[in-house]
């Protein structure tokens, strides 16, 4: 595990993870479907299964637009690792 932390992958993964929970979680709020969605960001259903179920594909353009009619927005910030991330 601490090998992990030490790469990227780890670190894209695990917001990944985070980001796509808060839209699941919009997306349920709002009672959309696969369907709405890609049609609300002129889309596929295919790509916009593939954006939630695999992180190989993990667009920051379609995050952007499916946050975007979810009347959110995507805040990107840096902040250093924390004493127990360290490096």
Do not use: H
């Not at 709020?29 to 696969?34: C, D, G, I, M, S």
């Not at 353009?61 to 840096?78: D, N, P, R, Y």
């Amino acid at each position: 595990f601490a090998y992990a932390r030490q790469t990227s992958d780890y670190w894209f993964y695990l917001e990944a993870m985070e980001i796509t929970e808060q839209l699941s979680a919009a997306i349920e709020v709002k009672q959309l479907t696969t369907k709405d969605l890609a049609k609300l960001t002129n889309t596929t259903e295919a790509n916009i299964t593939k954006f939630f179920k695999t992180n190989e594909d993990f667009s920051f353009k379609l995050m952007t637009e499916i946050a975007f009619v979810l009347g959110c927005k995507v805040v990107i910030s840096l902040e250093p690792f924390g004493e127990e991330e360290k490096l």
